[in-house]
């Protein structure tokens, strides 16, 4: 018995270092400043903030008024990024968007992952990791990105939409295999939300010191405004009146071929896309619809058809950034989303309507075998429950 004991222990602890490990050859997550000072109370800060106000003492942040949530504080500051930037502001409303439904708060204290390269702390303060990404490789992480539930809690309205962006932000790096140093991503995210105009040569600098570049942007641009539900509540932004006599196109269902996707292996993706408004999409205007597997673009597809008051039309993956229709992906629990007019290339009555999320598991290589002789079709309908 003691023998197993001691057995399970190694194993266990073996576990627990390859999965640390695994953080980190996957990324990061934001920091926290978290100062106590004798006779106050503990001030609990983003660390891209706090970095940037010491190193800068004359950049002051503009994240909007005080009586904004923390969802129209993000998109308070990804709109300023769209002027510079649109379909990058597009990718990190996606991927903000996406984390709403796969991220957990827990009540444990987070890895520190050692990226920073600080050369700066303030007395009576020490850096804490508020957040993580994870790669899903071991199946008990469920969720993508794992918060500190208690330091969240202490941050003030601005750090917390400060966080989101730069989980956004160090996505994209991740993305690219770049994810040593967050520097970059920290500088990048405080200079957005400061009152400093950024311009496209300013942005440029600073994706470079990021590690990013501007080939993004080589794609359509416009983006329509999409509300943050869920973000950090249940709560929704108030309604406008929609305008008459407008198209207003919603994604109805998504669909992957194969339906139960192994590692490594081509997927192809598809959406249903239904015109619910009063008027007919424009003749010959491009409908599109793009893919995002945990906030990036991976495929899109489009059409020219009319598509009348109440009519569908499938919409298959055609392409996407490497020139392929297909995405592989790696084992694990992801998140899908279909975006429809995501370039926004003719106004809706309600362009807030225009996504459909859902999750799904990639099983890996040598679970997935007994499938590969037997082509399944599976739809993700409008409120995201599996047909087959």
């Known amino acids: 018995m003691k023998k197993l004991f001691i057995f ?29 000072k004798p006779g106050d109370k503990t001030r609990v800060e983003l660390f891209d903030y706090m970095e940037a106000r010491v190193l800068d003492p004359q950049m002051t942040f503009d994240l909007g008024s005080e009586q904004l949530t923390v969802q129209e504080k993000v998109a308070y500051v990804l709109a300023r990024l769209q002027k510079v930037s649109p379909r990058r502001a597009a990718k990190y409303k996606a991927f903000i968007k996406s984390i709403s439904t796969d991220r957990n708060f827990v009540d444990s ?48 309205d601005n750090s917390k939409a400060g966080l989101f962006i730069h989980e956004a932000i ?76 407008l198209p207003d196109l919603v994604v109805t269902s998504i669909s992957m071929s ?24 424009p003749s010959k205007a491009v409908i599109g619809v793009g893919f995002f597997v945990n906030g ?20 298959v993956a055609d392409s996407g950034p490497t020139g392929l229709n297909t995405f592989v992906m790696r084992e694990g629990h992801h998140v899908l989303m279909a975006w429809v007019n ?17 999750t799904f598991e990639v099983a890996p290589p040598e679970l997935n075998k007994a499938h590969q002789n037997t082509p399944v ?7 995201g429950s599996a047909q087959q």
């Open 377 to 383: 079709k599976t739809t993700f309908n409008l409120v």
């Open 8 to 36: 399970l222990i190694i194993i266990g602890n073996y576990h627990w270092s390859l999965a640390v490990d695994d953080i980190r050859d996957l990324g990061n997550g934001g920091d926290a400043v978290v100062c106590v």
């Open 342 to 358: 995501d370039a926004n290339r003719f106004p809706e009555s309600n362009p807030g309507n225009n996504t459909l999320t859902t």
């Open 258 to 281: 194969p339906a139960s996707p192994r590692a490594g292996e081509p997927v192809t993706f598809s959406a249903v896309i239904t015109n619910q408004g009063q008027e007919a999409t």
């Open 296 to 315: 990036t673009d991976v495929t899109w597809g489009s059409t020219r058809q009319t598509l009348r008051p109440g009519a569908s039309v499938t919409l």
């Open 109 to 156: 204290e987070l890895v520190q992952v050692h990226d920073t390269h600080h050369s700066i702390m303030p007395a009576n303060c020490e850096l804490k990791q508020v957040a993580l990404h994870l790669n899903h490789k071991f199946d008990s992480y469920r969720k993508r990105v794992l918060i500190n539930r208690s330091l969240y809690q202490q941050m003030d």
């Open 170 to 245: 160090y996505n994209e790096l991740i993305m690219k295999g770049k994810i040593f140093d967050s520097s970059g991503v920290r500088f990048l995210n405080a200079a957005i939300s400061s009152k400093k105009k950024i311009t496209k040569e300013s942005l440029s600098e600073l994706l470079a010191n990021a590690g990013l570049s501007d080939s993004v942007e080589m794609q359509p641009a416009a983006v329509a405004d999409i509300p943050f539900v869920n973000l950090v509540s249940a709560s929704t932004p108030p309604k406008t009146p929609a305008p008459a006599h």
